[in-house]
């Protein structure tokens, strides 16, 4: 790498104590006595994944992103220039133009269950008052839309919400297992978290050895809960197998998926858990570094798993030798910038190391080839947590509850036009209707009309689907997914076209622009949905459109993002939801073609 | 970033069997299937891909049907697997590769990318049918960036294929003056805070114009004729020689229209340059000829 091209804009006092902050003595400046190409260049590459920390660092001294301030942290870490403007405007939390009053910008929820619960409003309202105003995709806070998160300038970031004592709607229910300590363990305390069994799963993974974890998680039948539901127990012992390099694990918290805040429920409730689990499949997978990638919105959360680490390191749970088993681990956390494309495993790996958040082909997968191209297994907090579950009853106990294939339990996110939005844990195979009745049934006098599944990712379905079990062949079967979990009710007098544009405006906004199918695609599919909106109807020619672009989406795009971003739209306009009245495919049974 | 590849996509000794469109082929392992399906004698068209870049897989015009991938999969970085059943003519195939051709039409101006013609010509792609009364179709259009002497950029023709990116950073010049900024369909090649190119780290190598499949970046002797409806290229001779500035022998293309260089290129497939140059070989060409150019004088 040829020395660096920086301009002479400098970074000024308060720009430079932030970025320090974060560096410390960590820099990649090539020293003046050096000779050593080849030694530099392997600096700048090990300190590239201090880059979008210190980015977070000079977004938050003043409020944006300055050339001085950018020219600073890349003499630091020997980014070129170009490349770093280029990680900062991909994310949606930094700004790199100098904003004209400099202060807190309230990010204001513009998704599904926000839009339908009064978002616009309470952006006049927020406006009128002279707040800085920002249109913001799903704040993963659907239980209190209109949600809100303000970002700040000199201070921590807020969600004002927060400041209430979180109450779960199924609080005491004995069933629980993955809920059971929400609201019974004191979040900031290690102790209170032990008093109520915590590490003893830790514990019983030393005993059994890495191999026997492996074994029981596969035995388990656990599944991934971020939507993909890849077997848990496949990725860890391809990751076991893996020897002789560096390994990760990389616990997925960058829960962004319109409609999901279950992750977000836990890891501000019950952080112990989502840290014990990841030093078990750190242990299971004989991987030495942990590492928690969180959404820039998610501030409790941060926090509260940033104690809960230093509480579990300084209790010998992560460190050097892990509960005394020898195992050396521990965990650093990473904070996102505002991109829901960071939640898909390989962008996120790209994110972490400095790089804009763009997805790689697969393959090589993960296992192989992931954070820093070294084998990583990726999981979420809700799948980490069922591996607590599967360690502490044993792989037959986990499958006590739950269906042959889909064992165990599932958390659902519950909201839009529901009594009591929330999030909720049921064994599979309770069925939509049940789901529904649990979360008080259908909030105000208007008929459920259809209820979404999995998020802007996933479907609509009809009220005609109440009696579907709540499990992934059965989804499967009938044409729609889980997801990550999302049931999201909507109600006759709702606006269904709105929520159609906002979602294929959503998939606009959150596409990377890597490839040509999901980057010109999700445009194309919003200029559709805007001119039925406007015309009142979809002309053949568009309906046709509208078909071509789903498939070649689904068909060609890099990553899972683009596989999707038809989905929702899609089937509300098979099922009519839109207006045009049922169109072919076996709506009768409200079953999707 | 994609993985380090072979970039000319063969490798070993040992032969992989695979079936492509049902013809039997047998290639080196390591060897991708848009490499196999050359072989094969299938014209697979590629838009991100070059031979002396590394496969960045972005365009996904080149893909293909691999029985068993629930997706299609991306012929110029997948590489071949023992028994592979690949179809190249499926309609799924021909589905996907029309609507990428029909997307860039619809929102990029292609007029100036001939090869890309050719391929929207034979995929039957209508990118008029974006447009609808009262709603445009949205296009990456904006004035062209004339900033210097060597070389513009007009990013209205840009298909964001990576490859000057890669050009100026990785696969040849490790310059890095340009990267991708912005998400989405704003994204966009850019230098750091959308500086001119005199104020960022550009050495004027011109391996960016060297890529471009499209003009978004080209000779400013290019862009004047254009602009003056002069450019001939039927008319121009291409003259092989060798960069004389010093020892490393790089070959150069000179393109010359009424007996002015309007451009210089490099082979992809030399040896020494794989295409690229340095600002001497690229621009450093006026001392051959007069200061008079005939073709200035004639322009009105």
């Not at chain 1, 977070?56 to 001294?61: E, I, Y």
């Not at chain 1, 939005?421 to 006098?445: H, K, R």
């Not at chain 2, 230098?191 to 970046?217: H, K």
């Not at chain 2, 004729?225 to 070959?251: F, H, I, K, M």
Request: charge should be negative; charged fraction near 20%.
């Amino acid at each position: 790498m040829a020395d660096l091209s920086i301009s002479e804009a400098n970074a000024d006092a308060i720009e430079q104590a932030a970025v320090d902050a974060v560096l410390g003595d960590q820099t990649a400046e090539i020293r003046e006595t050096e000779r050593l190409v080849r030694a530099g260049t392997q600096r700048r590459r090990d300190h590239r994944h201090l880059l979008l920390p210190a980015l977070h660092a000079l977004q938050n001294a003043k409020g944006w992103i300055s050339p001085g301030g950018l020219n600073y942290v890349c003499r630091q870490l020997q980014v070129p220039p170009a490349e770093a403007y280029g990680v900062a405007t991909f994310y949606d939390l930094f700004r790199v133009d100098e904003p004209d009053t400099i202060g807190d910008v309230t990010h204001v929820c513009v998704d599904a269950a926000c839009q339908i619960s009064g978002s616009a409003e309470r952006q006049r309202e927020l406006a009128a008052r002279g707040v800085t105003v920002h249109r913001s995709p799903c704040l993963g806070q659907c239980d209190r839309a209109p949600a809100e998160f303000v970002q700040a300038v000199a201070g921590p970031d807020r969600v004002d919400a927060d400041s209430q004592p979180y109450v779960l709607p199924q609080h005491g229910d004995s069933s629980l297992r993955l809920l059971r300590r929400i609201g019974v363990v004191d979040p900031n305390s290690l102790a209170s978290y032990q008093a109520a069994g915590g590490y003893e799963a830790l514990a019983a993974a030393i005993a059994m050895g890495p191999t026997a974890v492996c074994d029981a998680v596969a035995a388990s039948g656990l599944s991934g809960r971020g939507g993909a539901a890849f077997p848990t127990g496949v990725k860890w012992r391809a990751v076991a197998a893996e020897q002789g390099r560096p390994k990760h694990v990389v616990a997925n918290c960058d829960e962004s998926e319109p409609g999901t805040f279950k992750d977000r429920v836990v890891m501000e409730n019950d952080p112990f858990a989502v840290i014990e689990a990841l030093t078990i499949a750190g242990f299971a997978t004989a991987a030495e570094n942990g590492w928690i990638y969180i959404r820039g919105e998610y501030p409790l959360a941060t926090r509260r798993l940033s104690e809960a680490i230093v509480q579990a390191r300084a209790a010998g749970l992560l460190g050097e030798n892990v509960a005394g088993s020898g195992h050396r681990f521990d965990i650093e956390i990473r904070r996102g910038a505002g991109a829901y494309i960071c939640g898909e495993e390989t962008a996120l790996f790209a994110s972490i190391e400095g790089f804009r958040g763009e997805p790689r082909s697969k393959p090589p997968f993960p296992t192989t080839h992931g954070l820093f191209q070294e084998p990583t297994a990726v999981n979420n907090p809700e799948t980490l947590l069922n591996v607590l579950e599967v360690i502490n009853r044993g792989a037959d106990g986990y499958r006590e509850v739950g269906t042959e294939n889909s064992p165990g339990t599932k958390l659902l996110c519950l909201s839009g036009r529901v009594a009591r939005p929330g999030v909720y844990e049921v064994p599979f195979g309770t069925t939509l209707g049940e789901v529904l009745a649990l979360a008080g049934g259908i909030s105000g006098d208007d008929p459920l009309r259809a209820v979404l599944l999995g998020g802007a990712a996933g479907n609509f379905v009809l009220p005609d689907q109440l009696d579907m079990p709540m499990t992934l062949e059965d989804a499967r079967q009938r044409g729609t997914t889980l997801g990550s979990g999302v049931v999201m009710a909507f109600t006759a007098e709702v606006d269904m076209v709105a929520v159609a544009v906002r979602i294929a405006e959503f998939f606009r906004g959150e596409s990377c622009g890597q490839c040509v199918p999901c980057r010109v695609g999700t445009v194309r599919q919003h200029e559709t949905m805007v001119q039925l909106q406007q015309s009142g109807a979809l002309t053949e020619q568009r309906r046709e459109l509208s078909d071509d672009i789903a498939r070649v989406m689904a068909d060609a795009s890099i990553c899972g993002l683009g596989h999707t971003a038809a989905s929702a739209v899609g089937s509300a306009l098979r099922l009519g939801l839109l207006g045009e009245g049922p169109g072919d495919g076996g709506v009768d049974q409200g079953r999707l073609p | 970033m994609t993985l380090p590849t072979n970039p000319s996509g063969a490798a070993s000794e040992v032969n992989v069997n695979l079936t492509v469109n049902g013809q039997s082929v047998s290639v080196p392992a390591g060897t991708t299937i848009h490499r196999a399906c050359e072989r094969a004698g299938i014209d697979t068209p590629t838009l991100c891909w070059a031979e002396n870049l590394t496969p960045v897989n972005v365009c996904r015009v080149c893909v293909v049907e691999v029985e068993g991938n629930r997706t299609l999969v991306p012929s110029c970085a997948r590489a071949v697997e023992e028994g592979m059943v690949v179809n190249t003519d499926s309609e799924r195939v021909r589905h996907s590769r029309r609507m990428v051709l029909e997307f860039l039409a619809s929102g990029v101006d292609l007029d100036q990318a001939e090869g890309l013609r050719r391929w929207l010509d034979e995929y039957e792609a209508d990118p008029g049918r974006y447009d609808q009364d009262g709603l445009p179709a949205r296009t990456v259009y904006e004035e062209p960036k004339v900033q210097d002497n060597l070389y513009i950029r007009d990013y209205s023709r840009c298909v964001l294929c990576y490859k000057c990116v890669e050009a100026c950073g990785d696969d040849a010049q490790h310059t890095y003056a340009i990267a991708v900024s912005g998400r989405g369909f704003d994204a966009r090649i850019s230098t750091e805070f959308d500086v001119t190119l005199p104020d960022s780290a550009c050495v004027y190598c011109g391996n960016c114009i060297g890529v471009c499949p499209t003009g978004a970046i080209q000779f400013k002797t290019e862009f004047d004729l254009r602009q003056a409806s002069d450019w001939r290229p039927d008319e121009q001779t291409v003259t092989q020689t060798v960069c004389s500035y010093c020892g490393v022998g790089c070959n150069l293309e000179l393109h010359v229209q009424d007996e002015r260089i309007v451009k210089v290129t490099s082979p992809a497939d030399h040896s020494v340059t794989h295409g690229h140059l340095c600002i001497k070989g690229r621009f450093g060409w006026q001392y051959v000829q007069p200061v008079d150019a005939p073709t200035r004088q004639r322009r009105p």
